[in-house]
């Protein structure tokens, strides 16, 4: 580690400056919100919009057959689905605004939203 011996002071205290932005930058930086709905499509067009706060369970009819969706405790998921590879049932419970879970085969999704839109690469 012969580089450290090149740091003089005002280099450290640049640094340690540097680290704490970073770090009081990160919980700014990976806000989501609050998620407050739930947004079913079949097809691309909304089949239904799911108000979090109750607890409900709905089918989706698809090309495929029906697809389950369960909302529980502010949180939804897709229970049961006819697709081949259930991917979409493998994602889990969505918690949070821009979460999505894609049933491709039976063209549903389930998608999370909040008051605030959430950016990811897919928004850009």
């Known amino acids: ?4 011996g090149l740091f003089r002071p ?3 205290l640049l640094v340690i400056l540097g680290l704490y932005v970073c770090a009081a930058s990160f919980p700014w930086a990976w806000r989501v919100g ?11 067009e909304v089949f239904s919009e799911l108000d ?3 607890n409900r369970r709905i089918e989706v009819p698809g090309p495929l057959g ?9 949180r939804v998921r897709v229970a049961a689905d006819p697709g ?3 991917y979409c049932v493998r994602q889990g419970w969505l918690t949070r605004p821009g979460e999505i879970a894609i049933c491709a085969p039976n063209q549903v999704s389930v998608e999370i939203q909040g008051r605030q839109r ?3 690469s897919l928004a850009y």
């Open 66 to 74: 029906l697809t389950t969706v369960v909302v529980d405790q502010r």
């Open 118 to 120: 959430t950016y990811d």
């Open 34 to 44: 609050v998620a407050e709905k739930a947004i079913v499509k079949r097809g691309g």
């Open 52 to 54: 979090l706060a109750r």
């Open 1 to 4: 580690m012969l580089w450290v």
């Open 84 to 86: 081949p590879r259930q």
């Open 10 to 12: 005002g280099d450290w």
